[in-house]
């Protein structure tokens, strides 16, 4: 057969569909579906930001996958390829949240994880027995797991993927790796625990190493909901990273810093950048959010082993908890520029679908629209609550969050969190953050392109 697998684009201000040169990391989950599917199959992925669909293409199956932002795309993609008579396969985050929405646009949709289900769908699709939905019977052992067919990317079209350019300052290429899935937090805000599920499942470690050395990178980013999950297998995985001398970073709690000799393990095995949750810096909007692993306590001593430990920190920020006016955002500027963090990424607090905070927000009568990402204008501003803020308007979240976010950037700001005093990688970190600020001024997401 011949499948097309699709990651749809966003609409963006203006209701342009978002189109840009490059991304910044080449993504993982339509390589790893191409790898799920047998090899006699014939299997090509567009990415929409990159590249336009080819809607006169008629595949056998078109499988999208899509995050909530992505979603309202990748229904129009689903219905116009179904109205040409092509078999549309939906799954990821958005569509499991939602399965009998996207069962309006989708002759068939996974819900959770597909390492299983995505097979046995080509099978029953061969034999003409296919369903309408797939549902694993328990969550995918990762044992096993393949190596992702990055070969069907053009390397040349991702950031940091390339060898050329930003390679002579960073260690590049870097390439995402999966270890584990699962997080054992359940925060009100977060997908992944619907998605993944709180047990923390990791894989063999031989099978990570042994896909490494596949890849063959000089940097990795590993996608894990929380590295250090587990301690001790998070000790056994670094003590088996040192000797391949590759740079990695990962996602991770503060809390990891209460254990220095974990974070200096980390260290000495090539870790250059944690991604860490700092959300709020209001202890009662995290305990409220369920996210009670984070104590602002302890914020500026664990922020300090880090950085004394010489791995940097890239601090997500989250706004919108309720009884939290405009200057939370001068407040956590100021905090991030003081502890020398290196980089940040700011969000709204959005109410996801399958989420708690939706399910309340919902019951409350607060969401502005309940499907929110069914709503063009919506989606395209990410600035903008999709709920009613008991302490400030649209208009005066817009504008504070982007006047902070935009200053934690600014020049004397990037050199106050990475010049002075001066330490290991800090022309590296100049350079990420000039890339970053590009990015906010232009007013997007600094991770998305």
């Known amino acids: 057969m011949r499948i097309t697998l699709i990651e749809p684009s966003r609409y963006t201000s203006g209701g342009a569909l978002l189109k840009v040169p490059s991304l910044v990391f080449a993504p993982v989950t339509l390589p790893l579906v191409a790898a799920l599917t047998p090899s006699f199959h014939d299997v090509r992925i567009v990415i929409e930001a990159?590249?336009?669909?080819?809607?006169?293409?008629?595949?056998?199956?078109?499988?999208?996958?899509?995050?909530?932002?992505r979603a309202l795309r990748a229904y129009e993609i689903a219905d116009e390829f179904r109205r040409r008579g092509v078999h549309v396969a939906m799954g990821g985050v958005h569509a499991s949240a939602v399965p009998d929405e996207a069962l309006q646009h989708a002759d068939t949709v996974f819900v959770g994880e597909a390492d299983e289900t995505w097979p046995a769908f080509l099978a029953d699709f061969d034999r003409r027995v296919h369903q309408r939905v797939y549902r694993p019977s328990s969550r995918p052992s990762l044992d096993g797991l393949p190596v992702p067919r990055y070969s069907l990317l053009d390397r040349d079209r991702y950031l940091l993927w390339r060898t050329t350019g930003l390679a002579r300052f960073l260690p590049l290429p870097i390439q995402c790796v999966q270890t584990a899935r699962g997080c054992p937090h359940d925060c009100e805000y977060c997908a992944v625990t619907g998605f993944h599920g709180r047990h923390y499942r990791p894989r063999p470690v031989a099978q990570v190493v042994a896909e490494l050395k596949a890849?063959?990178?000089?940097?990795?980013?590993?996608?894990?909901?929380?590295?250090?999950?587990?301690?001790?297998?998070?000790?056994?995985?670094?003590?088996?990273?040192?000797?391949?001398?590759?740079?990695?970073?990962?996602?991770?709690?503060?809390?990891?810093?209460?254990?220095?000799?974990?974070?200096?393990?980390?260290?000495d095995s090539g870790c250059v950048i944690l991604f860490a949750g700092i959300e709020s810096l209001s202890q009662a909007s995290l305990d409220a959010s369920g996210k009670r692993i984070n104590r602002v306590a302890d914020y500026e001593r664990q922020l300090g082993v880090f950085r004394e430990e010489g791995i940097s920190v890239f601090a997500a920020m989250m706004f919108g908890f309720d009884g939290e006016g405009p200057a939370v955002f001068r407040d956590a500027r100021d905090f991030l520029v003081r502890n020398k963090?290196?980089?940040?990424?700011?969000?709204?607090?959005?109410?996801?679908?399958?989420?708690?905070?939706?399910?309340?927000?919902?019951?409350?009568?607060?969401?502005?629209?309940?499907?929110?990402?069914?709503?063009?204008d919506m989606v395209a501003d990410f600035t903008r609550l999709k709920f009613v803020n008991d302490a400030m308007d649209e208009t005066a979240f817009a504008r504070a969050f982007a006047g902070s976010y935009r200053s934690f950037y600014s020049l004397p700001n990037v050199a106050r969190r990475v010049l002075w005093p001066p330490r290991r990688r800090c022309l590296a970190q100049v350079v990420v953050n000039l890339a970053l600020r590009r990015r906010v001024r232009a007013g997007g997401s600094v991770l998305e392109h």
């Open 50 to 69: 990159l590249d336009e669909v080819d809607f006169s293409d008629r595949p056998d199956i078109v499988g999208l996958t899509a995050t909530t932002a």
């Open 215 to 267: 890849l063959g990178a000089r940097s990795y980013f590993f996608l894990d909901d929380n590295i250090f999950a587990s301690p001790a297998r998070a000790r056994d995985l670094l003590r088996t990273l040192a000797p391949l001398k590759v740079a990695w970073m990962a996602q991770t709690t503060l809390g990891a810093a209460n254990d220095r000799e974990l974070i200096r393990l980390a260290r």
């Open 341 to 376: 963090v290196a980089y940040s990424v700011w969000h709204p607090l959005l109410p996801l679908p399958g989420t708690r905070l939706h399910a309340r927000l919902l019951a409350d009568g607060r969401l502005k629209r309940a499907d929110w990402w069914l709503d063009r």
